[in-house]
T-cell receptor
Framework: AQSVAQPEDQVNVAEGNPLTVKCTYS??????LFWYVQYPNRGLQFLLK??????LVKGSYGFEAEFNKSQTSFHLKKPSALVSDSALYFC????????????FGPGTRLSVLP | NAGVTQTPKFQVLKTGQSMTLQCAQD?????MSWYRQDPGMGLRLIHY???????DQGEVPNGYNVSRSTTEDFPLRLLSAAPSQTSVYFC???????????????FGDGTRLSIL
């Protein structure tokens, strides 16, 4: 079975400060991990993914994520938050032995305060 | 490219009515899927398809049917609407096996469905 946890429903950060949105996962095989962002009344948009290789993955809009196999985590980070980063963020996982379907976490709402 | 197009954007139904949510993609993607989004529960997979003529159930398939007669279209049918099906529905597509399955999904903007 596959599962994803995002332990924080809401993350608040001041503009210009670094941000972290946490994600932990559970899979039986090798994980493939994705981050998506959702703005109001829109569908999810792809930010970045980890498939293999370097544990630090860089993505769109200055976001990056660090894969940590021992802690089964894939936290999303950004060095300097913008007000426009305020949105709903989803972590998703697929195991390499589990077909093509992904499991999504419950989402974390990020609010960047001016 | 329009990407993934969902219609309608909003719909209100009465309990027991049926309807079809439309989804079309113009990217020649093999894999298509339907999710429902409910507060605090993330996205849950309803049905998916790995190619024309092939569909399968996801995590929450009860009360929904799908078909995939063409690569482009993947409609979702509510057979007899119930208040528990009030949700936001998203259609998504990706390359699938032709892209070695680890390509990101492209999402439509959703259909907001209320069942009274």
């Amino acid at each position: 079975a596959q599962s994803v946890a995002q332990p924080e429903d809401q993350v608040n950060v001041a503009e210009g400060n670094p941000l972290t949105v946490k994600c932990t996962y559970s899979v039986s095989g090798n994980p493939y991990l994705f981050w998506y962002v959702q703005y109001p009344n829109r569908g999810l948009q792809f930010l970045l993914k980890y498939i293999t290789g370097d544990n630090l993955v860089k993505g769109s809009y200055g976001f990056e994520a660090e894969f940590n196999k021992s802690q089964t985590s894939f936290h999303l980070k950004k060095p300097s938050a913008l007000v426009s980063d305020s949105a709903l963020y989803f972590c998703a996982v697929r195991a390499d032995n589990y077909g093509q379907n992904f499991v999504f976490g419950p989402g974390t709402r990020l609010s960047v305060l001016p | 490219n329009a990407g993934v197009t969902q219609t309608p954007k909003f719909q209100v139904l009465k309990t027991g009515q049926s309807m079809t949510l439309q989804c079309a993609q113009d990217m020649n993607h093999e894999y298509m899927s339907w999710y429902r989004q409910d507060p605090g529960m993330g996205l849950r997979l309803i049905h998916y398809s790995v190619g024309a003529g092939i569909t399968d159930q996801g995590e929450v398939p009860n009360g929904y049917n799908v078909s995939r007669s063409t690569t482009e279209d993947f409609p979702l049918r509510l057979l007899s609407a119930a208040p528990s099906q009030t949700s936001v529905y998203f259609c998504a597509s990706s390359l699938g096996r032709q892209g070695k399955v680890n390509q990101p999904q492209h999402f439509g903007d959703g259909t907001r469905l209320s069942i009274l």
